[in-house]
């Protein structure tokens, strides 16, 4: 269902859901009011111009602005039948289910086969044989097996940028998320490995619910099935990526889209 | 156990009894960890209450217990601690010799250091962070007996064959402190010059100022609040200085009339005497309030700091 | 006068700073060294120290600067650094947070010779531990407890906070992210530091006179029994270090040759400070280069 400048899915088919979401980063306030939907098993990009909050709505979504002390939230985020930002809830579990990737690179500084396992190790799996076969699938699934599988003891430092960041996708999935939080993961590499990843998401968009913040129009069209686009902290709209490329409802998303700011 | 059955099963399987074990265990040590780094902050906060609290106790005594009288302690002038019948405990002269031989230091050092920050920062960073810069930590790290011991050997005999007498005096004391205390100055002076924005150097060049015009009317001036800093951090160590000091100023207990006369502070007295005494006697507790003296100067110290802090800050907004 | 003749005269004035600070130094350590040096013998390394005659020794004063330094790391170090992790890592912005920094920086402006006074009075005194090398370590640790605590602070905060994100956003805790990502990162400032901190109280003489002594027994090096008297290893021991040492035989010394004892044994301590101050550039440089080396 589509209203003006929203839409909503069936309730099967919600991955997670803000309501009245409202951020505040000391006396600034970053996100407004927020409600919105994403669907399951899909790719939703979030764009807008830098400082327009989509990146710190995506830090909310796994409770990343904790980390910030002068950030205040307000509202709800559901998932899992559970409002995520209460404060009595087990963070660790939320976490584990909604995986994240940055701008940077940012593999450990450990080895490539380290870097995958780290968290499984800590949530118990200790057995070598099932920690091979997660490494070996997870490596698989980026594309960075066949590059990779003569140096997984070697450090993840070494690698290309484009190379280090499939790691890191690799890492997010080796704990199998419900959830993949993408924070303009294309923008620090050149355009193959750009293409490399673009191409990742769409075969990963099978198993896991994609939400990807980008600053690059051309790819929030090529690969998202909806799109959401931010101002200062407001959703304007949010619609099939189509309709928002083609048909926007919204006179500032025709604006942002046709590049008249930004 | 874990039964792979499937690929994708994988990590679900875990999340059985063995995820629980883990999840619970995790959480324990986190915890622990956390509340072990508290009482590590703990244990620092209980140090300073229990030190403040025994030497100001301690310090107290001669003035609650013991009956002198405070203004006589810092002001008078006669130190008798041991005479039979009236005992004196006046230790104005070593209050002033603290005073005088940090003061004398802090005004030698703080050119020189000054000085030696603007060669690294501002004249010559590249033969400044060659050769002073490890110069200057060299002179950090030579221990203060070590100092002391060459004043001793070289700063003593200059003074007594250049103005007589017996070469230990306030002077030589004042040359030992103002070596000791110059890299203190110098690299708290030289960092703050070096955080201050580009923009403001260029622009003063652009305006046709020559270097040194920049340096005294831009640099030093917007710097000025960390260089005091540094300042007030090397008055404090020259103050709480014991051995150095002690070793070539003499020690004699009474008012100097020129600074080629030998003095006493309060760090050399508490050197010589402290284990003279017997704990609780007057003379004991009186050494004590010397302590405190210096315990509460470096609380002043870091209070003038804080201010100084405040102040740099806000200067950059 | 004119501004140009002014920027000169300015600019060879601070260039004859620099030099003259230069030469302090090098007539400093070439003073010590070379009065120093001369009276340096295997058996001046070795031999216990006259009391009346010539020809004494430091050696078991060296040996009590290592041990005594080895005691202090011991309890400096684990507490340094759970300080320094709660201030890079939990601490709020709350009171508890102000009053532990305060705390931090009055323990570090502390004059050494108050906090051997307090070592007296509680160590020695009140809990009875007397003279010895654990009084001194304690003391020791008071007067390096701030600057460890900065240093793991510091060498933390340096630490990327990407590296920090990744791993909390996998639902890692806070401690485990710390221990196994952020302080292997931090590891080359942390050790830097450490062997500093080292340094600096391989040379404090004014905290140990009245807690660690001035005096030491006659060690038997054949006795490893740390619960013995003579002993060595015995924690419980007084034992002059070779800072102490040196101003004692500047200050009281008897022996016809206490200014050559005193030159040699400071040329042994400036020795040692200037090798902790090497090591300290050294293991830097490696830890960093095996780092980032790929």
Same mark, same amino acid.
């Given at each position: ?80 039948? #559970? ?43 200790? #057995? ?36 280090? #960041? ?97 | ?317 | ?294």
């Amino acid at each position: 269902m589509v209203t003006h400048n929203n839409i909503s899915f069936a309730e099967k088919d919600i991955a997670i859901e803000t309501r009245n979401l409202n951020i505040y980063y000391g006396a600034k306030h970053a996100i407004k009011n927020l409600s919105m939907q994403i669907k399951k098993l899909d790719i939703t990009a979030f764009i807008g111009p830098s400082g327009c909050g989509k990146s710190t709505y995506l830090r909310a979504l796994n409770r990343m602005n904790d980390l910030i002390p002068i950030a205040k939230t307000t509202g709800e985020i559901l998932f899992d039948g #559970q409002n995520i930002c209460d404060k009595n809830i087990d963070l660790a579990k939320i976490r584990q289910k909604i995986g994240m990737v940055w701008q940077k690179p940012n593999p450990f500084n450990k080895s490539i086969y380290e870097n995958i396992v780290f968290a499984l190790k800590y949530y118990g799996i200790k #057995q070598k044989h099932v920690l091979d076969e997660i490494v070996e699938d997870s490596l698989k699934k980026v594309a960075l097996w066949d590059e990779v599988k003569d140096r997984l003891h070697k450090s993840a430092l070494a690698l290309s940028g484009g190379q280090q #960041q499939r790691l890191c996708i690799a890492r997010a999935i080796a704990t199998k998320p419900e959830i993949l939080l993408l924070d303009e993961p294309t923008s620090a590499l050149d355009p193959i490995s750009s293409a490399k990843i673009e191409e990742l998401l769409f075969e990963l968009k099978k198993d896991y619910t994609i939400i990807i913040v980008t600053h690059n129009m051309q790819q929030a069209g090529r690969i998202s099935s909806y799109t959401a686009f931010f101002l200062m902290g407001d959703l304007i709209e949010y619609n099939e990526t189509n309709v928002i490329f083609t048909n926007p409802v919204i006179d500032k998303t025709n604006d942002y889209i046709m590049g008249r700011f930004g | 156990m874990i039964r792979t059955t499937r690929e994708n099963d994988k990590v679900k399987d875990v999340s059985s009894l063995n995820a629980k074990y883990y999840d619970t265990k995790n959480k324990i040590v986190a915890s622990i960890g956390k509340y072990y780094t508290y009482s590590c902050i703990f244990f620092s906060i209980m140090i300073i209450t229990f030190l403040t609290y025994f030497i100001a106790s301690k310090g107290l005594s001669t003035f609650l217990k013991d009956g002198v009288s405070l203004f006589d302690f810092l002001l008078g002038t006669e130190w008798k601690p041991e005479h039979e019948n009236t005992p004196k405990f006046g230790a104005f002269a070593f209050i002033f010799g603290s005073f005088a031989v940090t003061l004398l230091s802090v005004s030698l050092s703080t050119p020189l250091s000054v000085g030696a920050a603007i060669f690294m920062a501002e004249i010559s960073p590249k033969s400044g962070s060659r050769f002073l810069q490890p110069v200057i930590e060299l002179l950090v790290g030579i221990p203060s007996v070590v100092y002391g011991f060459i004043g001793l050997s070289v700063i003593v005999p200059f003074m007594r064959n250049t103005f007589g007498g017996t070469g230990f005096c306030l002077a030589s004391g004042t040359l030992v402190l103002t070596i000791m205390i110059l890299p203190t100055i110098t690299s708290v002076s030289y960092d703050s010059l070096k955080a201050l924005p580009g923009g403001l150097k260029d622009a003063s060049y652009a305006l046709g100022a020559t270097r040194w015009q920049t340096i005294y009317r831009v640099l030093i001036p917007t710097a000025l609040p960390s260089i005091l800093t540094g300042v007030v951090l090397g008055m404090a160590r020259a103050f709480g200085e014991a051995l150095a000091v002690q070793m070539v100023i003499g020690n004699v207990q009474r008012l100097p009339n020129s600074i080629f006369d030998s003095i006493s502070t309060l760090t050399s007295i508490l050197t010589l005497e402290m284990s003279n005494t017997i704990a609780g006697t007057t003379y004991n507790n009186a050494l004590w309030s010397m302590a405190l003296i210096l315990l509460l100067m470096s609380f002043i110290f870091i209070f003038i700091i804080r201010i100084l802090g405040k102040g740099s800050k806000l200067n950059e907004r | 006068m004119n501004v140009k003749v002014t920027d000169k005269i300015a600019t060879i004035i601070f260039y004859t700073i620099a030099i003259v600070i230069t030469l302090i130094l090098v007539g400093l350590l070439s003073f010590i060294l070379v009065k120093g040096l001369s009276g340096i013998s295997w058996g001046f390394l070795t031999k216990p120290p006259e009391n009346m005659k010539a020809g004494g020794g430091v050696g078991p004063q060296i040996f009590n600067s290592f041990f005594l330094l080895f005691l202090t790391m011991l309890f400096t170090v684990p507490v340094g650094i759970g300080g320094g992790i709660y201030m890079a890592e939990y601490s709020k912005p709350n009171i508890v947070t102000n009053i532990a920094r305060l705390v931090i920086e009055v323990l570090s402006s502390l004059p050494s010779i108050v906090v051997g006074l307090f070592g007296l009075l509680i160590f020695v005194q009140k809990m009875g531990m007397g003279f010895s090398l654990f009084s001194g370590a304690l003391a020791l640790m008071i007067f390096n407890l701030p600057l460890m605590v900065r240093i793991t602070e510091q060498s933390l905060r340096a630490v990327p906070v990407e590296q920090k994100e990744a791993s909390l956003a996998m639902g890692i805790s806070h401690w485990k992210t710390i221990v196994s990502i952020m302080l292997p990162i931090a590891l080359p400032g942390i050790i830097t530091g450490t062997i500093l901190t080292a340094g600096r109280a391989f040379g404090e003489a004014a905290a140990l006179m009245f807690t660690a002594g001035m005096s030491s027994p006659p060690l038997d090096f054949t006795n490893w029994n740390p619960l013995s008297a003579n002993s060595p290893i015995n924690p419980f021991r007084p034992a002059a270090t070779l800072a102490v040492h040196i101003w004692k035989v500047n200050s009281e010394g008897l022996t016809p040759d206490a200014k050559q004892i005193a030159a040699s044994a400071s040329a042994v301590l400036i020795t040692c400070v200037l090798f902790f101050n090497l090591l300290s550039r050294l293991v830097g440089k490696l830890i960093y280069k095996k780092f980032t080396a790929a």
